[in-house]
């Protein structure tokens, strides 16, 4: 094979296809990743899902005869802020959403770009998962039923769990945001664009 058709076929396996995403089996398939593979590979579920909405939000307004609300350069590429902005603007996330987004991207950006070991068990990466879940678990049953406890004291294997279900419900709630009929996404859109000052 040669060099081209090699990084051809390379780039073919990044293109996912965002008319069947399929979030719980990607995040099934990551699970077993060391700390760092999980806490670099699971926000791609979220990249993927942020593009899928733009697509399947651009087919729904031109199936209704109206202009792709999002540009080719807004689909594309990976966490940017354009993207995250674009669809922040047409209501695909909201504000809450938006930040976590951000969230997962600094833990995803430290992961793969420091030099030292990353896991869940790193200081940092548990203040970042409390922006993620709730940072106090109550304990249910035993001795200490009731009791409360943060979740910066608890061990890394139960975070890496909980990082995983916090991608894969934020990458979840993503792609069905556009999941309603155009026009009542459409009003629902314009109703969010005017609380926030955007029209």
Known sequence: MDRQKLLSELRALTKVSLASIDIQRYIENISGESDRGVLI?????????????????????????????????????????????????????????????????????????????????????????CFLIDPVMKIKDGPLAGAEMSITTLPGKILRGSFLMACGMLATNIVHSVDQEWPDLHRDRMIRAAQFGIV
């Open 41 to 129: 590979l699971a926000p791609t579920a979220i990249e993927d899902a942020l593009a899928a909405a733009l697509i399947r939000l651009n087919e729904k307004a031109i199936a209704a005869g109206e202009p792709p609300p999002a540009t080719a350069a807004q689909i594309e590429g990976s966490f940017d802020a354009k993207r995250r902005a674009c669809a922040e603007e047409l209501g695909i996330i909201d504000e809450g959403m938006n930040d976590r987004v951000k969230i997962v991207k600094a833990i995803r950006n430290a992961a793969a770009h420091t030099q030292d070991g990353v896991t869940f068990d790193t200081p940092l990466v548990k203040e970042a998962l």
